[in-house]
């Protein structure tokens, strides 16, 4: 704990709240040293030991309500209430409040505007496409449109009504679906996919940002 650090405008080192251990009841378990978050004891020699008492945290008495053989044992806490009547901490208290709130404000709108942001991004578009495919290899130019760029074509559905229908030159149906391989947005790539669309003579029956 730093040496200047305060509670609520007390110095904590004129606060004489830590945990005491009877080494001759402790029983070295570790449940205190596992449950501290603040890393207050240690267990030397299977017995536990407060090392950074002052980094324990004013009011808490978690170690000693885990101990298994009421080895830990700490002040009344009139000790407390007396400290906090005789510092008048609860004006410094209320403004730590008002901080406080203010910062968790400040943290939900920046959640709420990276929500937003992200609720922006197209990172899927299924696009519907008529036409005529036999001899355009349209796909082959898919496959060039997305060569070492990080997007694919993906759901890919071609809808031949009849294998002599196709022959033929009878209009079929494409379906597929535009992603990006690293999850950002697709909508700066979308205007080469409908001019490849454009460039091939084909339909652009809808496209959907899904
Ligand atoms: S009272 Fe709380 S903060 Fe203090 S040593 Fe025990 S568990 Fe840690
Ligand atoms: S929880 Fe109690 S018995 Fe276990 S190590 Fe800590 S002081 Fe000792």
């Not at 379906?175 to 990006?180: G, I, N």
Request: one cysteine or more; aromatic letters at 8%.
């Amino acid at each position: 704990m730093a040496k200047d650090e305060m509670w609520h405008g007390i110095p904590r080192k004129d606060i004489p709240w830590y945990p005491t251990v009877d080494v001759e009841t402790c029983i070295g378990c570790t449940l205190c040293y596992t449950t501290c978050g603040r890393g207050v004891c240690e267990i030397p020699d299977n017995k536990a030991v407060p090392v950074n008492a002052m980094s324990c945290m004013v009011g808490c008495s978690t170690c000693g309500t885990v101990c298994p053989v009421q080895a830990i044992t700490f002040p009344e806490r009139d000790l407390i209430w007396k400290l906090e009547r005789e510092h008048r901490i609860f004006k410094v208290v209320r403004q730590e409040a008002k901080d406080k709130m203010t910062k968790q404000d400040a943290l939900k709108s920046r959640a709420a505007a990276a929500d937003d942001a992200v609720a922006k991004l197209t990172t899927r578009a299924r696009f519907e496409v008529a036409g005529e495919f036999g001899e355009k290899r349209f796909l082959i130019q898919m496959e060039d449109l997305i060569k070492e760029r990080s997007y694919d074509f993906v759901n890919l559905r071609l809808e031949v009504p009849t294998v002599q229908g196709a022959t033929q030159k009878t209009p079929s149906f494409m379906s597929f679906e535009v992603t990006s391989t690293e999850q950002e947005d697709i909508q700066s790539f979308l205007p080469d996919v409908r001019d490849l669309i454009r460039r091939n003579g084909l339909t652009l029956v809808s496209e959907n940002k899904l």
